[in-house]
């Protein structure tokens, strides 16, 4: 190897200068390999906290006042003239929330993206969806059962149509958030390849030098191997250190999040598929099994006993989900039980009995209360689980920026370092 | 129980006085050929039920049991206390919900009620469940039921698992089409239209038939979709049981029946094949509820604002 550098270069000025390169080179490289890999992340890690996690969430929130809007929507009709102030303050609520969600993702996404789709295709369903609702409330005031089969026709637009194009916009935000992850999350194996390959060569050259000068430190050089060896180990601690947060926001939030939204919609389609039984007063026994294959998805297969077995999506979310959401979940739990029991007793009695177990305006033993109840647990759980991505995701952005330029900042060093260590020798040729 | 005691008695003292005319009328009543003299003095605006063939459609009624409350059946209901009726709830002024009093109200509900009165003696001794189309007979044949009165027509398939009462009504088919559209009859009602009927109903297997033209046969759940699609546009003609076309131009000004009245049928209440003194009852207060004016009071409350002042047309 010796032999083959002095063949290349001949007189020993020139070995030192084209080492000079090489170390100046490699060390430059390093930074600008580091800088850029790592900003990439941090750009990514931006993104996941202020862009696609928030439109992810946006997404869901989206489903979820869409399924919402249509289960109040349902009470509301069954109550008639009795319906709570509240519960038509809950349904105007979740329309408003809906638009505004879709304009805010409709301005945050660009036009050509998948997403962009979807959105257009709700705006142009939610005011149709409103007046069908209202349709069916005008028809009804009126003592028509025309207004029940409008809010069932109502029901079906937003159970056919809407709810699965809004499961489309879901799919699509969760793709990009998955992808600004796997970016975020990516170890940098390129930078620190470049970086331990500069190391080495510092390392070798002073070896060379110590070998021929008897010199045993060269300061600049010294100080440039020193450099890189900071600059390695923030790269490495750093990143590491991110792609642990990204991890856990990834693992403990999203990803039990994405469960745990499954389990509140699928809640909300039970109790849907729950009002309009009642709404079809008895014209229709599809929502019936409607009812079964929700509850069956929530809470696991009835057993025998009206119990229920296997869990479903009620024990799935619970799954590397934080503790306070894991709590929260288990109190989910415990409550189906009297939502599936009040469910049971109305489908045995008649109807007058049955509405009132269902939506009773006054009662407590409602299964409208026991969805409630469930509903809000649910809303506590997520709310746990978006605090956990927020608190672990929150800030790897600013600290890998921090290692971006505090990296190059070091390879600069380090060239400076490189130039200061090898100038000295070349100077005792002149 | 003292008030169930004396209606006992006058069902009894009744079933005496019309002993004679059950025995030769009842089957008289079942079956179609006492139509054919009101066709004449329909009038114009009212639909016209022409003849039905006299055999095929299996609306005539075997002759039962005389009526009495020592039946094995009606004891039964007596010792619960209560006649449990399945009905529909979302037919307006047939059986129906009304939102305002949360009662359910119309022609049905009434004669189940006089039916309750007649077995139990009192009109509120009743429990009216609801039962879908396609479980009316399974109702009635598992028992979660003693009766379904429910804008039910009398047909051969059916009798093969349940038993009718006599014919309390007569129907068909008709069209709804919007006011303005030219339906002077139900194939000029249909030609080149987009028409829609409810699954699994008489109307889906009419229009299936080749030679109506219409342009698309939209299929629903519910008879009442088809007006809901009908006020949306979608669909331009409906074709539905005519008891139910009539409560489907009561709920909206804006269309009404057209065509005449195709595939004649007539409605009766649906029981047990075993309950036979039940049955005997049913009719004996058929009977009664015609004599003494309460069927056409029901009419006149229900129905002739939809269907016609004269409720000649429908008369079993």
Redesign the interface.
Known sequence: MQQRLRQLTGTAPARLRAAGVVLTVLVLLFGALTAWQVSTRAQAADRMVTTSQPLSQDAAEIYRSLADADTTAASAFLLAGDAPPALRERYERDLATAAELLARAAARTDASSEAQRWVAALNRQLPQYAGLVESARANDRQGLPLGGAYQRYASKQMQGTMLPDAQKLVEAENRRLDQDYSVAADFPWTALGFGLLALGALVWCQVLLLRRTNRVFNPGLLAASAAVLAGVFWLSGGTLSAVLDLEDAHSHGAAPLRVLNKARIEALQSRTAENLDLVSRGGSDSYDKDWQKYSTALAGDQSSDGGRVNGGTLAAAGWNAPKDAQAALEQAAKLFPAWSTRHRKAEESDYTAALQTVVGPNGTETSEAAFNALDEQLGKAAAAELAVFERSAHGVDGGLTGLAVGAGVLALLAAAGVAVGLGRRLAEYR | MVKGESTVRTVRTRALVVAAALAAGLVGAGTSHGVPGVVATAPAAAPQVPAAEPTGDCSEQTPAASPSLNGRKVQEIRARGTLVVGV?????NWG?????S?Q?EGFDIELSRAIAKAVLGDPGKI?????????RIEAIRNGTVDLVVRTMTINCERRKDIAFSAPYFSSGQRLVVPKSAKAATAAEGLQGKRACAAQQSSSETELKKPGYGTSSVTIV??Q??C??LM?LGKVDATLTDSTLAA?QAA??PTVRLGGETIIPAKMGIGLKQEDTDLAALVNQVLLDYRANGGWQAAYDRWLAASMGTSSAPYLP
């Open positions: 529909d709830q979302n037919s307006y129906f919900r009304n939102p305002q949360g359910l429990t009216f469940r609801t039962v879908t189309t396609p479980k759940e519910n009442l979709d007006l809901v006020q409560a709920q909206d």
